[in-house]
């Protein structure tokens, strides 16, 4: 899956423990991922508008390394 691609990027992305490619353990294909500590989006949006610019600061940094490691990702793909 594409979050296994991105684990040898700059993009934050927790480890994938487990990949199912098939459906027949739980009907669909599932990855399990590493259990990280800190907070959720919701409650981080929540907790006041000084968080936020900390928050942008943030994503903004998950998508300049996402589109850096475009060219990684594409690189993985396979061609049809």
Known sequence: PLIK?????AVPVPPVALFEAGSDVVGTPFFVMERLDGETLATRIATGTEMHVGLV???AAARDALVAAESVVAERKPQI
């Open 5 to 9: 691609a991105l684990a040898d990027s």
């Open 57 to 59: 600061s943030e994503v």
